[in-house]
């Protein structure tokens, strides 16, 4: 079988030098794949990506984008290399307009952004109706999606999302939920971590449930929501 297109491959680790918080853990995504980091609170979900993101010290195991190993990588040369990385706080400029905070996105990019812009507006109808409002004027579910607007205008080659319905109406997270569908589509990997498992699972091709920063099951996102054991202890039976 040929490796994942991303993986974070029996990864230890934590922040600085303080004790791991990831022991051993596995986590990887294809080109069009939907791959969904869910678990308790505390669980190391968000520290699982932010490891990928090189946002924290791997003391072994090793991260792969596409073949290459980019373990010792900062995070701004893995966006450099392709990968798109959306926050769960912080992740707009809010005294920007919606069309700034796009084009910031495209900061590494000397080519003509019009068309990825254009993408975007598309798959995100609202942010076309409100490109010259401030972003911090917004919805919460409209501050998403300029976020990962953002990311998108980078032309990632692996896209990352931590808790992006957190906060958000069920109907707003729904929303969202459709629209990272039609990414995935276009044969873009997301990796998502999510609070709200049920739902993320539903539409996830691969998961991973995470207790005590360990693996503690991998499956498809259908496979988790049929085991007993995986509704009992994380979706409330």
Known sequence: MSE??????????????????????????????IAVIVGPNGAGKSTGMKALFGMLNVRSGSVKLDGEDITSLSPQARVVKGMGFVPQT??????????????????????DISETMEQVYELFPILRDKRDQAAGELSGGQRQQVAVGRALMTQPKVLMLDEPTAGVSPIVMDELFDRIIEVSRTGLPILM???????ALEIADKGYVMVQGRNAYTGTGKELLADPEVRKSFLGG
Do not use: K, W
């Open 4 to 33: 994942p297109f991303l993986i974070g491959d029996t990864i230890t680790g934590g922040y600085g030098n303080g004790p791991d918080i990831l022991h051993e853990c596995t986590i990887s995504v294809n080109p069009g794949e």
């Open 90 to 111: 912080s992740n707009i400029f809010t005294s920007m307009t919606v069309e700034e905070n796009l084009e910031m996105g495209a900061f590494i990019r000397t080519d």
């Open 193 to 199: 971590v999510e609070q709200n498992a049920r739902q």
